[in-house]
């Protein structure tokens, strides 16, 4: 017997992932697109009824495959118009000196992104800073405080040419 189109949202394969549909897929790219969608508007955005829609998206919450809802500020319109990237090298790799520097890494202001990273240096952080002073600042007063860093390397962004919060799943095909 046939499933009704909101009993399969966000349901699990056998190894724990989120399988999604077609419609899940419509449902979340819609969402990436505008989070602020009421749920009449999304319902008829991805061409499904308000009450099946609004199933759907409680299971993409609980299932994690929604993590949240957020407001993307412009950071040059708040004083952060540079972005810089920073690839940072520890001089230890054990559990505790990662899991030390990742948690600093948490509590940094102007660390938008990190991330553990295969290659030739172990973190890859992403910052929003005010200008080449502030970035100074940053390294003379908070990364080279931090324990454990044993080379850090510099780039600054000249242009953002892309930037997404998450992929779009009508997009980038079904894994």
């Keep these: 017997m046939a499933k009704r189109q909101n009993d399969h949202a966000a349901s699990a394969s056998p190894d724990g992932r989120v399988v999604l549909d077609a419609m899940d897929r419509r449902i979340l790219s ?30 993409l919450e609980a299932s994690g495959t929604i993590e949240g809802y957020v407001a993307v500020l412009n950071h040059k319109a708040i004083g952060l118009g540079n972005t810089v990237f920073v690839e940072v090298t520890l001089n230890k790799h054990d559990d505790k000196a990662l899991a030390q520097f990742g948690e600093a890494l948490l509590r940094i202001p102007e660390v938008v ?23 100074e600042r940053f390294l003379r ?21 892309k930037r997404s919060i998450s992929v779009d799943p009508l997009l980038a095909g079904s894994v």
Aim: charged share 25%; aromatic share 8%.
């Design 141 to 161: 007063e908070t990364l080279y405080k931090m324990p454990g860093i044993q080379h850090s390397r510099t780039t600054f962004a000249l242009r953002s040419l």
């Design 113 to 135: 992104e990190a991330h553990l990273v295969t290659g030739d240096y172990d973190y890859l952080i992403k910052l929003a800073v005010a200008g080449t002073e502030h970035y």
């Design 30 to 59: 819609a969402l990436r697109e505008d989070g602020r969608l009421t749920m009449n508007e999304l319902a008829a955005k991805v061409s499904l009824s308000a009450s099946p829609c609004w199933t759907r998206v409680k299971r």
